[in-house]
Structures are given as C-alpha cells and as structure tokens.
C-alpha cells in the first residue's frame, strides 16, 4: 500500500485561537495544516509547502488578507492556490473586492467549524475536478496492459492499518479482491470485492479497481462519494456482464467512527470488545454495472478493541449444502465469539480453520479481512 | 456554561474544547493588555483591532456574552471613543476569568 500524502491546508489568521480551532478540526478528518499568524510568514509557507488550499484572515495588522492575496496572486508558483476568505467584515464591497482578487469563496466570522470542513471540500473537489474528470481516469485505465503484481497489502507492510487477513484463490486468476487504504494518519480505508468471473478480464479490472480506490478514496470525499465515483467509472468500462459486489468500511480513530459502505456484499460482522458478535446489514447496489445505483450506507461509533469483519461469500456459502450468503452469514456467528481471544492479525486464518478444518477445500475463492479498532 | 454542550455544538471533544478555552484565556488576557495599551496611548485603532480579535475568538467558542462585549466594544473605538472602556475591561476580565477550566473539573 503506498503511502498517499495528505492534502495540505494553509491556515492564516492573527489570532492564535483560530487558528488552533482550524487545525483541531481539520487535523482529525485527514488533512495536513500548516499555520501563520501574518502575512509574510503566510506567503513563505505558501512558496515553500504549496498547499492545497488557504484559509486567510482578511483583518490583520501590517498586511492584511488582500495584500496577501494580491502577492499570492502575482506569483506564478502560488497564484493557482484557491484561497478562502475568513472574515468577520460583511460589507457587500469588501467581498466583492475579495472575489475580484481572486478568491474562491468567503467563510464568515465567527465560523463554524463544520461550515469551515465542508467548505474545504467543496472547494479541494472543484480543483481536483479541474485537473482530472471522471472520464480522463477511465482513459487512463483502458491503456493498462499488464496487471499489476504484489497488488494485495500485508498487514507487516501496513502496521497502521491494523487487520488480519485470509486470501484464496481457487483458481489463478481469481475474482475475490481486497484492499487497504492509507487515507491519513488516523483515517483508513478497507475494501473486500468479489467480482464476478475469474479469467484474465478479472485480473485487468482488479488492478482497475485499485487504481480507482488510490484515485478517490481520499479525505476530501465522504465513503459514500468515493464510491459512487468508482461505481461510475466502472460503468463505463467494466466488460459487458461484468460486476462486482463488494464492502468499504471508511474507519476514523481520531473520532472513532466507522461507515459501511455496501455494493450487493455479505454483511460485515462486528465483535465489540464487550458484546456478542452482530451482523450490520445493509442492502446495496452491485458495482459497474448502474450508472444510479444506490449502495448501503451505515455509520457506527466505535470504540477501541471492536473488531470488524469483512468477507466474501465463499466463506458463508455453499452450492453443495445449498446455503446462500443471507442465511449462511446469521449462522455463522457463534463462530467469531471462538476467535475473540486470537490476535487480530491471525484472526481470520483462525475463522477459517474453524470453519473448514485442515481436509476441507473451500467451494470459491476466500477472501476475510479483519479489523481492529 | 456547559462546556460539553458548547464543545459538542463545535463537533470537538471535551478536552480539545478545554485545550482551546485555555488558549482563548491566554489570548484575551494578551488582547486586553492592548486595549490598555490603547487606552493609554489613546489610541482607539489599537483598542478596536484588540476587541476585534477577541470578539472573533469568542464567537468562535460561542461565547456570546463575552463576542458581544468585544463587539460592542470595537464598535465604540471604531468611532473614535474611549469612553467607559475602563469598565468594560473589568467586566471583560471577569467574564475570561470565570472560563478557567479547571474550575470544572
């Protein structure tokens, strides 16, 4: 998994409480801040960082927010920068003259926190939206020619991310897939897939798919929006008949929250460290083939030591008992409470053990990903 | 005041909202010392520029009492008068006093 860097917000203000309220608040969703309580100081981290994005103060001694957006805005390194004005001055012409130097959007004093967070991702999608649309990703992706090798993270590789997991392939070319998302620090990203069919077009849209997740999983989007936007590239290039189901759990340590995001997947099972193990059902759309599906979504607060788990439906079905994944997930239950005391990492090896014992082959392909909070 | 209350309208937990009152005290505490300052040097600019920054600080946090004081009080400077500004920093530093976090456990 490689290391993303996170996007990068410039906060200006001469106020010191500000600015710490800014970096509190944006800090614990993904993103980098960098502080200054003047304007020189904020045009040199300006040069030196290239940030993203700036919130700027327009009410400061010696130079205030339009003498800085005047300099930001003559210098060809910085003057692509959008810069968001915080400002307790309501007067329709001094905003005007904001706009006219080139600011992208005003935040009125006092702010809201969340009013200050939604209005960085607004503003950071528009300019990813300038730089690259949907369909420039899908041109991309039908010029790879070679799946990628080693595309499967290891939890050795990703001690951050916290998660055990179990893959099998019955064939080579298999259609269970998973992936672990390093979106910040504390936010990360884990998707279980199964696509439909195992042949060399799985193999191709498997790298697809990983490539998409790198591309939109990111702080600036919800779960949700990451993958409508994956679903909606995958529309236009998935092979004729071709689909995938699959589960994105979206986990935040800092606030301790989790979103489920379900694409037409088995239910992830959650194992709270005080509790008995539950099934969180939702019900949604499969992956490439509607252009307005709708997926489940669902948001838990969580706290450390729960467990999740997340699987394909090899390891709850079974054509030869007849078991679907909707009745066999239920069954399966009891079975998470025998691996509680197992370390995460070692956990789904052991579900499976459990499960299937040592002479048993699987009838599909496995996949199991367990995560700790 | 209920600081779980207002740092959950703020979307922050309890400690990073006392973290910041903490650096609001500080701050206004400083902020004050120029509107003295001001007052001594009968400078009102300086008085408003202080009062601006404490109102905006204190609307932040949802200190209302204390954003409309500091916007009262810039408003006044922005004209030009001092008048009364004596009492208002006294009820200004009592109000900031009585935020001490540590007197809420």
């Known amino acids: ?373 | 005041m209920d600081f779980n209350d207002l740092a959950s309208r703020l979307g922050v937990d309890e400690e990073d909202f006392k973290e910041l009152v903490e650096l609001f005290v500080t701050t206004t505490f400083s902020d004050i010392g120029k509107i003295k300052k001001g007052i001594s040097d009968n400078n009102p600019a300086d008085a408003a520029a202080a009062s601006h920054s404490i109102k905006g600080a204190a609307g932040n946090l949802g200190f209302d009492e204390i954003f409309s004081l500091a916007r009262d009080m810039e408003m006044q400077a922005k004209k030009g008068s001092l008048d009364g500004f004596n009492s208002y920093i006294k009820d200004l530093e009592n109000k900031v006093s009585a935020l001490n976090p540590s007197m809420r456990g």
């Open chain 1, 1 to 373: 998994m490689e290391q993303k860097q996170p996007y990068t917000v410039l906060a200006v203000d001469d106020n010191r409480l500000n600015l710490k309220l800014i970096e509190k608040s944006l800090s614990k969703e993904g993103y980098k801040i960098f502080c200054a309580d003047n304007g020189p100081d904020a045009r040199a981290i300006a040069l030196k960082e290239k940030p993203d994005l700036i919130l700027l103060d327009i009410e400061m001694p010696g130079e205030s927010g339009f003498d800085v957006i005047r300099k930001l805005k003559d210098n060809a390194e910085t003057n692509a920068i959008p810069v968001l004005f915080l400002t307790g001055v309501s007067e329709v012409d001094s905003k005007l003259k904001g706009f006219d130097l080139g600011a992208v959007d005003y935040i009125t004093k006092p702010f809201h926190p969340l009013e200050v967070l939604a209005r960085v991702r607004i503003h950071l999608k528009l300019s990813i939206a300038t730089n690259s649309l949907i369909t420039g990703q899908a041109n991309k992706l039908r010029q790879l020619t070679e799946a990628q090798v080693s595309m499967l993270p290891t939890p050795a590789d990703n001690p951050d991310a916290k998660f055990g997991v179990y893959y099998k392939a019955l064939e080579e070319a298999g259609g269970d897939f998973y992936d672990i998302l390093n979106i910040s620090e504390n936010i990360k990203g884990y998707f279980v897939a199964d696509f439909s069919g195992h042949d060399i077009k799985t193999s191709y849209m498997t790298a697809s798919v990983k490539a998409l997740l790198a591309q939109n999983c990111t702080p600036v989007y919800s779960p949700i929006e990451s993958i409508k936007m994956i679903n909606d590239v995958l529309v236009e290039i998935m092979p004729g008949g071709k689909y995938l189901t699959a589960c994105y759990m979206h986990i935040n340590r800092t606030t301790h929250k989790l979103t489920i995001i379900n694409a037409g997947h088995p239910p992830v099972v959650c194992l709270p460290v005080k509790g008995e193990p539950f099934l969180i059902k939702t019900e949604g759309d499969i992956l490439g083939m509607f252009k307005d599906a709708h997926f489940g979504v669902q948001s838990l607060t969580v706290s450390s030591g729960d467990r999740f788990f997340a699987y394909s439906d090899g390891l709850v079905e079974s054509a030869e008992k007849k078991i679907t994944w909707a009745s066999g997930a239920d069954s399966l239950l009891p079975v998470y409470r025998e691996v509680a005391g197992v370390p995460y990492e070692q956990a789904p090896e052991a579900l499976i053990h459990y499960l299937f014992g040592k002479g048993t082959l699987p009838e599909d392909d496995i996949v199991v990903l367990c995560v700790e909070v």
